[in-house]
């Protein structure tokens, strides 16, 4: 797909020339096509090509969610704003319409043509309405009046029952009737809400099949059975559709007083905001199709009319109804360092030296065992650590809940705002403080993104602190499946700069001193700047220079400009971006020195990392914030430097690694398209991850 983004005349050199940089959601959407042809890998097994083609759905979900909510918001309030790229909000939409048209209508040949094929040939069947064999017909019949009818609620439409306000992103009916009801009403038309508490994939059980595994959706039996809800009437037509809403949360920071409670009435609101996309199925008349876009103020270029099912993220149930362990990723088990293994109490380990985990390759569970070591040993005094994505009922939870059932002083730092995790927080919290946690809920106006945990222990010496710091969240599920460095230590000048973050966070007063960490928004974003100056500095002065950079998005505008400054000046620039990147690579005497790289494999690619050359005196840093101006000025984040010169060696190799990739890696063409690679000829293939699981996973 090179055609995603007009063609930017290479000549311009001037660094504020809007044809230099891409636009944030078209770029975004290009990371999404890139996780959707990942279902077209056969190098990946088939489940998990089915699960990046629903993951594929699930982003574009929450793209329209919010970014395209946020477009169309800025557009009806006259709040237009344009970026580096010079694109309004207008034109954005315009271009993102004809894309998505054009990745939905592949994504549903994929579906169609490739991967439900493909599941057919290794026994798994999604069983259609037309093919049902007698015996599956009668189960049908049975579980439909058992489990659907009593939570089905079918609601005619007439002057006493209007359209109703309906879900997001739920899977609805329109169905097309003809007749008198039992009140002599002749409406012509209703509305099916399919149950949200059903499974939209039902496993047919073994003895209704010849074998293999058999599943059937929800929508085909509501359709098989839908004229047994309107008896006594003819059902003409029934059609699926679903309806996309705005689900991004405004919150006045001005008029708040408590933000919990604020948060708690604003939930609800997610659930019914603004209309921004219709999904229909693609047989659905057009009189219909307008009818429904005219209840949701919504116009044609907001219209998606696809081949299957209307709700294909719910197609992610798949793995677990089937027990085919030979059609997905081979089981492994998370390595853990000789250190860790040797001790038996964690702290230990951490005093005699730093510690640094990859996750999934190597195990999450020295972060549990180390709140759980320190919830029950009496010379822990105190551990306060940020939850930003974690789950009321996580085991990091239970040891909290623990610790402050001890007697310890426990303190949480709880960022409700995480976006779509707002309830779950809100929960976690009120766990936590009653179980005498200090639950405080970080800065306003600020998310609290940083990844902390101090634990105080009394020793013979005198108090020491404990730290972890980490680059992604403190969820167990996750770090099965992002890859996030974790770091520990007892370095007395970091433990107390994350003392003094922690103070600002729960206390008042003017920014503190910080030695060691970059702390955003205070110092990160200008240390960033001055690392990249430094480069150029040494390659002016004679030396070479390079920067390697891994983050998931690049969209700040100072450190774009920054870079481009460094690559005219002749410093080599890496940038391993996972998904959005705003500049362009590649620009003869611009950005020539500057490649882009984005991996997508099996793991999702989470690690925050800098690598500045330094006049060969290398520096490496872990961070948890990714380069755009949410996570640089607006939100708090730590990074820190991975000082211990084999660590920082293992890492630097680990990420020189990224840019050899040669299977799972895609460059970026100036124009702003991207290009897979793959090995030369007569060159091995090498893929980052498997080296990783071979390097790290225990053996």
Known sequence: MNDLVVETPQENLDINAHANYLNRELSHLQFNYRVLRQALDETHPVLNRMLFCCIFSSNMDEFFEIRVAGLRQQIKYGRESIGPDGLSPSEVLQEVDRIVHQFVEEQYKILNEVLIPELEKNNIRFVRRMDWTEKQSE??????????????????????????????????????????????????????????????????????????????????????????????????????????????????????????????????????????????????????????????????????????????????????????????????????????????????????????????????????????????????????????????????????????????????????????????????????????????????????????????????????????????????????????YSFLTCDDAITNDVHRIFQQLTGMGKALKIKKLFHAPFTLHDKMLELVDREITHVQNGNSGYILIKVNALTEPKVMKALIKASQAGVKVDLVIRGICCLRPGIPGLTENIRVRSIIGRFLEHTRVFLFNNNDQREVYCASADWMTRNLVNRVETCFPVENKKLANRVAEELEWYMQDNCMSWAMNPDGSYTQLQPGEGEERFSVQSALLEKLAAK
């Open 139 to 484: 189960w049908v019949a049975k579980y439909f009046e058992e489990e659907i009818v009593p939570v089905i609620n079918p609601i005619g439409l007439d002057p006493s029952h209007p359209f109703p306000r309906l879900v997001n992103k739920s899977l609805n009916f329109i169905v097309s009737l003809e007749g008198k009801d039992a009140f002599g009403r002749e409406t012509g038309m209703a509305i099916v809400p399919a149950p949200r508490s059903l499974p939209r994939l039902v496993r047919f059980p073994d003895d209704v099949c010849e074998g293999g595994d058999n599943i059937v959706f929800l929508s085909s039996m509501i359709h098989a059975h839908v004229e047994e809800l309107f008896p006594g009437m003819q059902v003409k037509g029934c059609y699926q559709f679903r309806l996309t809403r705005n689900a991004d949360l405004e919150l006045e920071d001005d008029d708040m007083v408590d933000l919990a409670s604020t948060l708690r009435g604003e939930l609800l609101s997610r659930r019914f905001g603004d209309a921004v996309r219709l999904e229909v199925v693609d047989n659905c008349p057009q009189e219909l199709v307008s009818f429904l876009l005219r209840e949701f103020n919504l116009t044609d270029s907001e219209l998606y009319r696809v081949d299957g099912p209307v709700n294909l993220t719910r197609l992610m149930a798949l793995g677990r109804l089937v027990n085919r362990s030979d059609l997905e990723y081979p089981a492994f088990t998370p390595g853990l360092p000789k250190a860790l293994k040797s001790k038996e109490k964690i702290l230990d380990a951490i005093k005699e030296k730093d510690c640094l985990l990859l996750h999934p390759y190597e195990s999450f569970t020295p972060v549990i065992d180390l709140l759980r070591q320190a919830a029950k040993d009496p010379n822990v005094i105190a551990i306060k650590q940020t939850l930003y994505r974690t789950g009321a009922d996580s085991e990091i939870v239970a040891a909290l809940v623990d610790a402050a059932r001890r007697g310890k002083e426990v303190t949480a730092v709880i960022e409700l705002r995480a976006r779509f995790d707002e309830e779950e927080n809100l929960e976690l919290a009120s766990r936590l403080q009653e179980a005498g946690v200090v639950v405080v809920y970080g800065v306003v106006g600020f998310k609290t993104h940083a990844k902390m945990i101090m634990v105080v222990r009394r020793e013979e010496s005198g108090l020491r602190r404990y730290v972890h710091l980490g680059t992604g969240n403190y969820h167990a599920g996750n770090a099965r499946l992002y890859s996030d």
